[in-house]
T-cell receptor
Framework: DSGVTQTPKHLITATGQRVTLRCSPR?????VYWYQQSLDQGLQFLIQ???????AKGNILERFSAQQFPDLHSELNLSSLELGDSALYFC?????????????FGPGTRLTVL | GENVEQHPSTLSVQEGDSAVIKCTYS??????FPWYKQELGKRPQLIID?????GEKKDQRIAVTLNKTAKHFSLHITETQPEDSAVYFC???????????FGTGTSLTVIP
């Protein structure tokens, strides 16, 4: 157990819908990262937050957005969902905002878009 | 942007043999190279990393080498055990813009 929690574990929804994925970092970690893992795209970095502010942006679609709240938990919002958005979404956390600090991954949320 | 290529995509070795996975990157500004292990149905876990000011790093049966000139880095696992069976991902961090890129993964199977 890495100490990072993600909810829900599974999510099944329809195309065009909107969902919110939630992540709570390890105690003391200030940075949260979101990743998407799909069969055809592999593991992709989406976005990073540090102490409430966006720090880095990767291959995140405009239909997706995220935020980090004052209590440091983070939410990833996915809207206008398409079949291709079906994937495993991981959240990770680290102590500082540097990628070269070890990131601890959560168990992931499996999103299925029908 | 950065492009991280990883080879091979699958690798089978006999227990006790060594396994080597190679990654190449395109951006000379990349300066941090971690390796992750992901067991089936589980989360990725960092197993070793190397920074651009170091050529080699070892941790028990695992080692990583970095050749900055050729822009490639490799993961070496010696005396492989069945529990080493997993998918291994390399990654590279590009300092400029603070981006993080993963390789496509190598599925390692250690045959008892």
């Amino acid at each position: 157990d890495s100490g990072v929690t993600q909810t829900p574990k599974h999510l099944i929804t329809a195309t065009g819908q909107r969902v919110t994925l939630r992540c709570s970092p390890r105690s003391g970690d200030l940075s949260v990262y979101w990743y998407q893992q799909s069969l055809d795209q592999g593991l992709q970095f989406l976005i990073q937050y540090y102490n409430g502010e966006e720090r880095a942006k990767g291959n995140i679609l405009e239909r997706f957005s995220a935020q980090q709240f004052p209590d440091l938990h983070s939410e990833l919002n996915l809207s206008s969902l398409e079949l291709g958005d079906s994937a495993l979404y991981f959240c990770a956390s680290s102590v500082t905002g540097s990628f070269s600090n070890e990131q601890f991954f959560g168990p992931g949320t499996r999103l299925t878009v029908l | 942007g950065e492009n991280v290529e990883q080879h091979p995509s699958t690798l089978s070795v006999q227990e006790g043999d060594s396994a080597v996975i190679k990654c190449t990157y395109s951006d000379s500004a990349s300066n941090y190279f971690p390796w992750y292990k992901q067991e089936l149905g589980k989360r990725p876990q960092l197993i070793i990393d190397i920074r651009s000011n170091v050529g080699e790093k070892k941790d028990q049966r695992i080692a990583v080498t970095l050749n900055k000139t050729a822009k490639h880095f490799s993961l070496h696992i010696t005396e492989t055990q069945p529990e080493d069976s997993a998918v291994y991902f390399c990654a590279a961090r590009r300092n400029t813009g603070n981006q993080f890129y993963f390789g496509t993964g190598t599925s390692l199977t250690v045959i008892p």
